[in-house]
């Protein structure tokens, strides 16, 4: 799943509703133990959804392999993987490709319906048909033998801008966007370019920019913001580009 794109997540065992209730709930929210893993997921699927333009992402991607529990079975394994995103056609293409990932691997035919972006999949059922590894020593491999990163999320809320200018052909998207780091300041946390036009036969180009900016100390106002927007575009127009 990682090496299509998708993030692990970890939702609580415990929820407010099911069919195994616990005998001493440390709350009231959480009496029962979970009996489907999809709840969880269309929750964080929501949540990461609204913050899709603070992380660069135009599609969420995350999965999940947890325990559910009923009263008239005994506790399964399950994977649960979901996607969301405004373009539903790409978001079927992803799930239809994870789906197309795990009938490779495990040598099974799991189908999906059409926007279906949601799956819960009984893993001990397939868990048989997985390659055993050799060793121990093949477990804890990390092939990649990557070095994770952590940046602290500000608690704030982020605002969104978008900027279009017309630069001359000589111009590049790097250096759009160098102009548009360099005088955002630290308030801007995400520069993304979401649109080239190049009319054929014209010595000029269009760029588009989405931006996000957020504080780590306070919620900020649309007149902060604006006054960054201006001093950009005064930048920009100081340079002879056409701000759209």
């Known amino acids: ?8 997540i970890y939702n609580y065992t415990f929820t407010s509703e099911g069919n195994v209730k616990i005998e001493k709930p440390l709350a009231s929210d959480k009496a029962y133990l979970r009996t489907n893993l999809s709840d969880g997921m269309k929750e964080k699927l929501d949540l990461n959804l609204k913050n899709a333009p603070l992380l660069g992402l135009d599609e969420i991607k995350i999965f999940e392999f947890g325990k559910v529990f009923s009263s008239t079975e005994e506790e399964r394994e399950i994977l649960c993987f979901g996607v969301a995103g405004k373009n539903k056609k ?5 799930v239809s490709e994870a789906i ?10 799991l189908k999906v319906k059409e926007n279906e972006n949601i799956l819960e999949i009984n893993f001990d059922a397939l868990i048989e048909k997985l390659p055993q590894p050799e060793s121990y020593e093949d477990v804890l491999k990390n092939p990649n033998n990557v ?9 704030f809320p982020f605002m969104l801008r978008d900027i279009a200018v017309w630069v001359p052909n000589t111009e590049t998207q790097e250096s759009v966007a160098g102009l548009i780091k360099e005088n955002g300041g630290d308030l801007l946390v995400r520069t993304k370019l979401f649109d080239v036009y190049c009319p054929e036969g014209k010595d000029k180009t269009s760029y588009a920019f989405n931006l996000v900016f957020q504080s780590n100390e306070k919620t900020l106002t649309d007149d902060e ?11 920009m127009q100081s340079r002879g580009w056409e701000v759209r």
């Open 147 to 155: 070095e994770s990163k952590y940046k602290h999320i500000s608690p």
């Open 225 to 235: 913001v604006n006054k960054i927007m201006d001093g950009i575009t005064m930048q």
């Open 90 to 94: 790409n978001v079927f293409a992803s």
């Open 100 to 109: 197309q990932k795990i009938n490779d691997d495990l040598g099974v035919d």
């Open 1 to 8: 799943m990682i090496d299509l794109g998708f993030e692990e």
